[in-house]
């Protein structure tokens, strides 16, 4: 039976879907690498995943595809959900955000589209959005 099968629906279902996603992104090159390795260790921690959790997602045979759905609007929520997460401790490193780049791709963002989602979406969550961007946000 599938790790997702254990959770039918909420919030740990959901995160455990995107959890899957990376792991897979991850080893999309073939094996994951030592750093790659800690970037998932770290998601998993933000994420909530346990350790049988986490070891069952990791087997070989676990392939998890990126459910992309299919309006614009979905496609932008899953990113704003996993920004959600990914800032749960208030920082997004390198090897994080090129992990969400491949995420945002995989979703159905272009390469270009995505870093600039990305660079814009860290300036929200950061707290460092120009006062224009603030002016439209709020005016909504």
Do not use: W
Request: hydrophobic share 40%; no cysteine.
């Amino acid at each position: 039976m599938p790790i997702l099968d254990l959770y039918e629906h909420g919030d740990h279902r959901k995160n455990l879907a995107h959890f899957a996603t990376l792991a897979s992104l991850a080893a999309v090159d073939g094996e994951i690498n030592p750093q790659e390795k800690a970037i998932l260790d770290k998601f998993a921690f933000k994420l909530d995943i346990t350790e049988e959790e986490f070891k069952e997602v990791m087997k070989k045979e676990n392939k998890y595809p990126i459910e992309t759905p299919h309006s614009g609007e979905q496609r932008y929520m899953r990113l704003f959900e996993f920004f959600q997460i990914i800032f749960s401790d208030h920082d997004i490193d390198d090897q994080e955000r090129k992990i969400v780049e491949k995420y945002a791709i995989g979703l159905g963002f272009s390469p270009k589209s995505a870093a600039e989602i990305i660079d814009k979406s860290i300036k929200i969550f950061t707290g460092r959005i120009p006062f224009e961007d603030y002016h439209e946000l709020v005016k909504r």
